[in-house]
């Protein structure tokens, strides 16, 4: 069974840096691309970073440049390093898999989740 945990949410002052960390459980990096997504109070989920099997990398215009996605495969973790943050960057912050392997953050094509992360970052 597939099983995915985030840690590393909290509060930040605008200008500062947080890192999301996604533990996965139940199957190797090598089978699945994780990604992370948030999701806006009232708002549908949406793709923040992607990473596939192989290493290939999407962010979401909106974060370029400020987040990076990593993986450190020797413990079977997603890292996702989130700089300059701003208060537009308030959200829940979910990890997924997919069995798709590429790297687009295609929503639909994501069928395992955490419970999510309370990322606020006050202005």
């Known amino acids: 069974e597939v099983q995915l945990a985030e840690s590393g949410g909290g509060l930040v002052e605008a200008g500062g840096s947080l890192r999301l960390s996604c533990t996965a459980s139940?199957?190797?990096?090598?089978?699945?691309?994780i990604g992370w997504f948030r999701q806006f109070p009232g708002k549908e989920r949406e793709g923040v970073s992607c990473?596939?099997?192989?290493?290939?990398?999407s962010y979401a215009d909106s974060v370029k440049g400020r987040f990076t996605i990593s993986n450190d495969s020797g413990k079977n973790t997603v890292v996702l390093e989130m700089n300059n943050l701003e208060p537009e960057d308030t959200a829940v912050y979910y990890c997924?898999?997919?069995?798709?392997?590429?790297?687009?953050?295609?929503?639909?094509?994501?069928?395992?989740w955490g419970r999510g992360t309370q990322v606020t970052v006050s202005s």
């Open positions: 990473l596939s099997s192989d290493g290939r990398r």
């Open positions: 139940g199957f190797t990096s090598e089978d699945y691309a």
């Open positions: 997924g898999a997919s069995d798709q392997l590429n790297h687009y953050c295609f929503t639909y094509e994501y069928n395992s």
